[in-house]
């Protein structure tokens, strides 16, 4: 089977005054492919792949293709380098944007990414020396290579990437030096242009940092050379890394603007009361010593930004290249309102009970009985603020299998006019009627396509191919069903719909599968702790609807504690533990930031003798 996928595997990156190394992820492998860290591959195909490349030299095929060519997570960044620097005057949702887009470029095309907060970088003993610093970070950042040809180490460690020493390798001669050196270069040249890529993202200092300091340090930290608030300092940051010429890499600005008062209002509100007094204190300087893009004496017309304001407005100058345009695509959806999602697997079906993979099955009656549960539900706390009482604007998708619609086929989709709804969001602005839960059927939503083994148990499948599932315990991420897909597949028809997701005010409960929800979950939780080759691991249990808000000011989310107990094989619960119409009544009048805290997730339990996994 031939199975032409990359992923990224999880790297730490370590900062040291020498520069930047990569450290390289312990592998639990259950077969004995000897040599796959030392092969350089870990983060240019699976592990699978890699096992097959160091063993596909044979007597009939002496020159063997080791690295296939890379699948659509890689396009944009592969061997490519970028430094975005995010500006504007402080309190404008900087942090978010960085944390967001930095995510973004991890999970859906795989490139790694590294931020440095210009903050870090004010001890040196000049402006001009913690420039230089940060520069030298950043540079070493760019530098390091994981593609193919990569040096390692003997235990497996990428080596520190550097200019080679003047004395060359033991027992060459000073004749064949200039030989070496020749060859040493164009191995790194070739390991940094096939490498997973990288993105350097630097962030200027937050309200919270200086608003432990006074206003004369606040004001010298501030004006630091990478907070790039005017064009001198822009120009002198893209000099510097032009002056580079062995690692050429792509420099964008992103500027934050709001002059939308309701925007600003809810910044300020959102600050901590000490940050809202230091940004009273400096306001009228902190914008008059920043200078916007463009607005200098000099145009800027040499560089590469964006300006997004309000989170709305977007203007894009000299934005070439593929990975800039997905940037822009990106935030142009990107809102820092609350955002709730909600997400429940389909009811039992019958191939749950059989253990059957994929299909297209019905229904159990206790998967009957969780869709009827989960209309309930949606009632209570999805199309209605529990703790008002009024309508809220909600939405629905599903997948286009039958198992997923039967499971939202009792869920009321009510006309309702606008004047009815407790808040009017983005989208009504000329609209008079509302429908509820307007059934969106997407097939990107579909569970992973088995291929071959769709409708097999698992038990069948190692009868028919024992290989394939070591396969899938030693990388799960790449391994593909046979004429099927992987999770790096799934990943790629999902990502469409996060762009619809991010651009959404109104709550969304999303009915989908456990492979495909994975996904998603792993995303939205954004724990970089737990990166995309984790996600075929996620916990997704059936009968539950797992809730998960956040805003532009709380958008790391903490999981829920009910994880812990499924890990802990303490599921499903009591049947008293199930939840009913009267929890939903007990919070009526209660403080939101009690009953629905953002940035968290919240899991609610509808069913009774649920079965947790189905394989996939």
């Known amino acids: 089977?031939?199975?032409?996928?990359?992923?990224?595997?999880?790297?730490?990156?370590?900062?040291?005054?020498?520069?930047?190394?990569?450290?390289?992820?312990?592998?639990?492998?259950?077969?004995?492919?000897?040599?796959?860290?030392?092969?350089?591959?870990?983060?240019?195909?699976?592990?699978?792949?890699?096992?097959?490349?160091?063993?596909?030299?044979?007597?009939?095929?002496?020159?063997?293709?080791?690295?296939?060519?890379?699948?659509?997570?890689?396009?944009?960044?592969?061997?490519?380098?970028?430094?975005?620097?995010?500006?504007?005057?402080?309190?404008?949702?900087?942090?978010?944007?960085?944390?967001?887009?930095?995510?973004?470029?991890?999970?859906?095309?795989?490139?790694?990414?590294?931020?440095?907060?210009?903050?870090?970088?004010?001890?040196?003993?000049?402006?001009?020396?913690?420039?230089?610093?940060?520069?030298?970070?950043?540079?070493?950042?760019?530098?390091?290579?994981?593609?193919?040809?990569?040096?390692?180490?003997?235990?497996?460690?990428?080596?520190?990437?550097?200019?080679?020493?003047?004395?060359?390798?033991?027992?060459?001669?000073?004749?064949?030096?200039?030989?070496?050196?020749?060859?040493?270069?164009?191995?790194?040249?070739?390991?940094?242009?096939?490498?997973?890529?990288?993105?350097?993202?630097?962030?200027?200092?937050?309200?919270?940092?200086?608003?432990?300091?006074?206003?004369?340090?606040?004001?010298?930290?501030?004006?630091?050379?990478?907070?790039?608030s005017n064009a001198l300092d822009r120009d002198w940051i893209r000099k510097r890394l032009k002056e580079d010429q062995h690692h050429d890499c792509k420099l964008m600005f992103i500027e934050l603007e709001l002059t939308d008062p309701e925007l600003i209002r809810q910044h300020v509100a959102a600050a901590k009361p000490a940050e809202r007094l230091k940004l009273e204190a400096l306001r009228n300087w902190y914008e008059c010593s920043f200078t916007p893009l463009g607005h200098t004496a000099s145009s800027e017309s040499h560089l590469s930004f964006l300006r997004y304001r309000n989170f709305r407005d977007m203007e894009t100058h000299r934005m070439h290249g593929y990975l800039r345009m997905r940037i822009a695509q990106f935030l142009s959806v990107l809102r820092p309102w609350k955002h709730t999602i909600y997400l429940s697997r389909h009811g039992e079906s019958t191939y749950n009970v059989e253990k059957k993979l994929g299909g297209d099955p019905g229904l159990t009656k206790a998967g009957d009985a969780y869709a009827r549960r989960l209309s309930v539900f949606t009632d209570e706390c999805i199309q209605t603020n529990c703790r008002t009482g009024k309508n809220v604007a909600a939405r629905l998708w599903t997948s286009s299998l039958k198992r997923t619609e039967q499971t939202a086929a009792h869920i009321a989709h009510p006309d309702l006019e606008v004047h009815e709804l407790e808040e009017e969001t983005h989208v009504m602005e000329e609209a008079t009627m509302w429908k509820q839960m307007r059934h969106r059927v997407y097939r990107n939503l579909d569970e992973i396509y088995a291929g071959t083994y769709d409708g097999m148990t698992e038990a069948q499948i190692a009868e028919q191919d024992q290989r394939f599932g070591e396969d899938r315990k030693v990388d799960k991420l790449g391994t593909r069903y046979p004429h099927g897909e992987s999770y790096l597949d799934l990943i790629t028809r999902l990502e469409p719909l996060i762009h619809e997701l991010h651009s959404f005010q109104e709550p969304l409960l999303i009915v989908s599968h456990q492979a495909t929800l994975r996904v998603l979950r792993s995303y939205l939780l954004r724990d970089r702790s737990k990166p995309r080759e984790k996600c075929p691991s996620v916990d997704i249990p059936q009968h539950t609807v797992m809730k998960i808000t956040w805003d532009g000011w709380n958008f790391e989310v903490t999981p829920s504690k009910l994880e812990t107990r499924m890990k802990a094989k303490d599921w499903p619960p009591q049947e008293s533990e199930r939840w009913t119409p009267a929890d939903a009544q007990a919070t009526r009048g209660q403080p939101e930031h009690i009953v629905c805290p953002i940035g968290t997730e919240e899991w609610y339990w509808l069913g009774a003798d649920p079965k947790r996994s189905d394989g996939q």
């Open 1 to 228: 089977e031939f199975r032409r996928v990359l992923f990224r595997s999880s790297a730490s990156w370590r900062g040291s005054r020498v520069g930047w190394y990569r450290g390289s992820m312990a592998l639990e492998r259950r077969d004995s492919s000897p040599g796959y860290e030392r092969s350089g591959l870990n983060e240019l195909v699976p592990r699978i792949q890699a096992s097959t490349a160091l063993k596909a030299q044979t007597s009939g095929n002496e020159q063997p293709t080791t690295v296939p060519a890379p699948q659509k997570q890689y396009f944009g960044v592969l061997g490519q380098r970028h430094v975005i620097c995010l500006i504007g005057v402080p309190n404008n949702g900087k942090a978010f944007v960085a944390r967001e887009l930095g995510w973004y470029l991890e999970f859906f095309h795989g490139a790694r990414v590294a931020y440095f907060e210009v903050d870090k970088y004010v001890d040196e003993g000049s402006r001009e020396a913690n420039a230089s610093k940060l520069l030298e970070d950043v540079q070493s950042f760019l530098r390091s290579a994981g593609g193919i040809g990569a040096s390692h180490s003997s235990n497996g460690k990428m080596a520190a990437s550097g200019p080679p020493t003047p004395e060359g390798p033991k027992g060459v001669s000073p004749d064949s030096l200039a030989d070496v050196l020749a060859e040493e270069s164009f191995r790194d040249r070739k390991s940094m242009n096939t490498d997973s890529g990288r993105v350097a993202i630097v962030m200027p200092p937050r309200m919270s940092t200086m608003a432990s300091m006074d206003d004369a340090h606040s004001k010298e930290v501030w004006n630091q050379t990478w907070t790039c």
